[in-house]
């Protein structure tokens, strides 16, 4: 007997329901035989290679299945059970519920599976990848699939592949050109580097990647009108065209806060191509600074007689000293009419593309960054900018196109 009630299963055995119920039946039909119920369970369990414990419990329960005991039935026991898996599997469901409310909130009535995989990789390691894949409309050899698209990306559609490859082109795009393209600049870049794609594709990437071009803000009034001075005429009358270059220049400039105060910067345009042909960063608005860009447009230029010079109404631009400059030089003044930014359109429009695309986009210490920044901008946008006007090319380009159609009709002629 000694020997019997050593007898050990390995705790953790699992047993067959044929064998419990054996093991309970027997116990039952031959209890009578032993002095009492424990022996008979000490004995019928050594031999049949289990734990007198483990049969014990088994006596317990079928006798509470029998009524001769006091507590919960087995399929009392498997209801609650049940009821408890119910329970926690309701409330798993309801946190997942409450966290994809928030998370789809920007979206509509179906999210995008995009959406819903990055949902389900943020949560799968406290939930689960099946549980969340019930609750939302994705099944989960869907996530599967894309999750193994995302390791082996010969794995993934053409499209996807495709999006990659434009997203990398687009970003360089962007960034070389200083971060201010939008869909459209970079659109007709992608286009002259021989890519063919739609607007509308590169609107989408460039949303998804959070890309946009810069928008302009509103101006600041700087002309100070001197009404003692004489005015010249307006010789341009809004039309801001050219036939060649040299022919109609535009001049105005705007400010920059520092650090230190106040810098101004003026720029000298030339109409045909719309390239910046003189510019100068000054920490005050007198005369000299407004002279310096003009000479600068001389020097490089050279203009042959008959340039017209347009202004808007600025002390600075109807002073003796810049009056004699042009007149030195054989080029006509012209001034626009006083309080209509539409008369020096042009001079404006150049004001608001430096302003929304340099001065507005970080803070400025000192006049000498700016001034190198301005210098960088300005280099850029006559060799690189795309403008609209020019048929999407810059205006260096726009001028060598000119100047090699007048060459040809020379020697044509």
Same mark, same amino acid.
Request: net charge positive; with cysteine.
């Given at each position: ?14 047993y ?9 039946r ?10 009492t ?6 004995? #019928?369990?050594s /031999? ?11 006596? #317990?329960?079928?006798?509470r299945?029998r009524?001769?005991?006091a507590?919960?039935?087995?399929s ?6 049940e ?12 946190? =997942?519920? !409450?966290k994809a ?7 509509? +009535?179906?999210?995008p =599976?995009?959406a819903? =995989? ?10 689960? =990848?099946e549980? #969340?894949?019930?609750l939302?409309?994705?099944a989960?050899?869907?996530y599967y ?16 592949r ?7 082109l ?13 869909? !459209?600049?970079?659109? !007709? ?14 609107a989408? @990437? ?17 002309t100070?009108?001197?009404? +003692? ?7 341009? /009358? ?5 036939e060649?270059p040299?022919?109609?220049?535009v +001049? ?6 520092t ?16 390239r910046?042909?003189g ?5 005050s608005? /007198? ?5 310096d860009?003009?000479?600068q ?8 007689p ?11 631009? @109807?002073s003796?000293?810049y ?10 003044p ?9 008369? %020096? +359109?042009?001079?404006?429009t150049i004001n608001?593309?430096?302003?929304a ?18 210098l ?5 946008? %006559?060799?690189?900018?795309l403008?609209?006007?020019?048929g ?8 060598e196109?000119? %100047? ?10």
């Amino acid at each position: 007997m000694e020997s019997e009630g050593k007898t050990r299963k390995p705790t953790g055995t699992r047993y067959s329901d044929e064998v419990r119920e054996r093991a309970i039946r027997m116990v039952f039909e031959h209890q009578h035989e032993y002095q009492t119920q424990g022996a008979a369970i000490r004995s #019928i369990a050594s /031999k049949m290679g289990m734990s007198r414990e483990t049969l014990r419990n088994w006596i #317990i329960q079928a006798e509470r299945d029998r009524g001769q005991r006091a507590g919960a039935t087995t399929s009392e026991l498997a209801r609650l059970k049940e009821l408890e898996r119910e329970n926690r599997e309701l409330r798993t469901a309801n946190e =997942i519920l !409450r966290k994809a409310s928030a998370y789809f909130a920007p979206g509509g +009535a179906r999210p995008p =599976i995009e959406a819903m =995989i990055a949902f389900i990789d943020e949560h799968r390691d406290v939930y689960g =990848i099946e549980p #969340i894949c019930r609750l939302l409309p994705i099944a989960p050899s869907t996530y599967y699939r894309h999750a193994g698209r995302r390791s082996d990306p010969e794995q993934w559609p053409a499209r996807a592949r495709r999006d990659a490859e434009l997203k990398a082109l687009i970003r360089a795009i962007w960034e070389e050109n200083f971060g201010v393209y939008g869909v !459209r600049k970079v659109w !007709r870049q992608l286009l002259r580097d021989g890519v063919k794609v739609a607007r509308c594709t590169v609107a989408r @990437l460039m949303k998804v990647m959070g890309l946009e071009g810069v928008r302009r803000g509103r101006r600041i009034k700087t002309t100070q009108r001197d009404d +003692a001075v004489p005015c010249p005429l307006d010789r341009v /009358k809004r039309q801001f065209r050219a036939e060649r270059p040299n022919a109609l220049w535009v +001049a105005d400039f705007t400010y920059c806060w520092t650090w230190s105060g106040f810098v101004y910067v003026a720029f000298v345009t030339d109409v045909f191509a719309r390239r910046i042909v003189g510019w100068r960063v000054s920490a005050s608005m /007198k005369t000299d600074f407004v002279l310096d860009a003009l000479n600068q447009a001389l020097h490089d230029r050279q203009p042959p007689p008959g340039l017209i010079h347009h202004s808007d109404h600025g002390s600075q631009y @109807l002073s003796i000293r810049y009056t004699e400059r042009l007149v030195d030089v054989g080029v006509e003044p012209s001034v626009g009419t006083v309080g209509d930014s539409y008369d %020096n +359109a042009l001079a404006e429009t150049i004001n608001g593309l430096y302003k929304a695309e340099v001065v507005h986009r970080r803070s400025w210490r000192t006049l000498q960054d700016v001034e190198l920044a301005t210098l960088e901008w300005v280099h850029w946008y %006559n060799h690189h900018r795309l403008l609209g006007p020019l048929g999407y090319v810059s205006p260096a380009e726009a001028e060598e196109v000119y %100047n090699r159609n007048l060459v040809r009709s020379a020697r044509a002629a």
